[in-house]
């Protein structure tokens, strides 16, 4: 066994309730180590639980607001939409007033049609 293998630690440091745990953890690791991080993870699902069924009950009744809002009948006055009328719709606004402009081609392309 050689000097590095153990630290010197004087007489008032090894009573201090560290120092006491310290020797302690290395004798039984499990008790005071692995017990209570075990203990803390149970009692902490048995907490969260209640508060993770808060939250989906929350969000159940927001789903449930908006399915009697439907049946109340607010969504029913709306018209119906047809991709096309929409298109030819806001494509007839602009027939009015449109001009044809020729685009100026690039140097070495002719003009002749293909």
């Not at 005071?32 to 969260?48: K, R």
């Not at 508060?51 to 607001?65: F, G, I, M, N, S």
């Amino acid at each position: 066994m050689g000097f590095e293998s153990k630290k010197f630690r004087s007489a008032a440091a090894q009573n201090t309730l560290p120092a006491r745990y310290r020797a302690a953890l290395q004798k039984h690791p499990f008790l005071l180590f692995g017990l209570p991080f075990i203990a803390t993870m149970v009692a902490g699902s048995f907490f969260l639980t209640p508060a993770t069924a808060l939250r989906y009950e929350r969000h159940d009744r927001k789903v449930r607001q908006l399915n009697k809002e439907e049946e109340l009948g607010i969504g029913k006055e709306r018209r119906k939409v047809d991709m096309r009328e929409e298109y030819y719709r806001l494509a007839a606004k602009d027939l009015d007033d449109w001009e044809q402009k020729r685009v100026k081609r690039l140097p070495g392309e002719h003009d002749g049609v293909l």
